[in-house]
């Protein structure tokens, strides 16, 4: 679709143009909150904030994720996301087995996570 074809379409649809301006709106958004948060936080503050965000109510988080997948996702590398969850176990924050993460204390994960 050539420009004055796609200019046309949202001229003649408002309804359709609000649509396009909400999503554009919620995608800038959450590309500044990513941008603010690579910039002022530590991998291990945004893999705590990650685990915080995917926990269930029961405090547990089921990855679906591999730990490349999950690096890719919060601005890090697969060996720091590694790391990050052997100190936050070292830490007593959290325990993992196999593909289920237990948050054992919420209060300073949250905390660490900002």
């Given at each position: 679709?050539?420009?004055?074809?796609l200019r046309d379409l949202l001229d003649?649809?408002?309804?359709?143009?609000?649509?396009?301006?909400?999503?554009?709106?919620?995608?800038?958004?959450?590309?500044?909150?990513?941008?603010?948060?690579?910039?002022?936080?530590?991998?291990?503050?945004?893999?705590?904030?990650?685990?915080?965000?995917?926990?269930?109510?029961?405090?547990?988080?089921?990855?679906?994720?591999?730990?490349?997948?999950?690096?890719?996702?919060?601005?890090?590398?697969?060996?720091?996301?590694?790391?990050?969850?052997?100190?936050?176990?070292d830490d007593g924050l959290v325990m993992r087995?196999?593909?289920?993460?237990?948050?054992?204390?919420?209060?300073?994960?949250?905390?660490?996570?900002?």
């Open positions: 679709m050539d420009t004055n074809a003649k649809e408002p309804e359709f143009a609000l649509h396009i301006a909400r999503l554009v709106t919620q995608d800038l958004r959450r590309a500044i909150v990513c941008c603010g948060k690579m910039a002022l936080q530590s991998p291990l503050e945004r893999l705590a904030g990650y685990l915080i965000e995917n926990a269930d109510g029961g405090g547990t988080v089921r990855l679906r994720e591999t730990q490349g997948q999950i690096a890719s996702q919060i601005g890090t590398v697969r060996e720091v996301v590694g790391r990050s969850f052997r100190r936050l176990e087995r196999g593909r289920t993460v237990r948050i054992l204390n919420r209060e300073d994960l949250a905390r660490l996570a900002r």
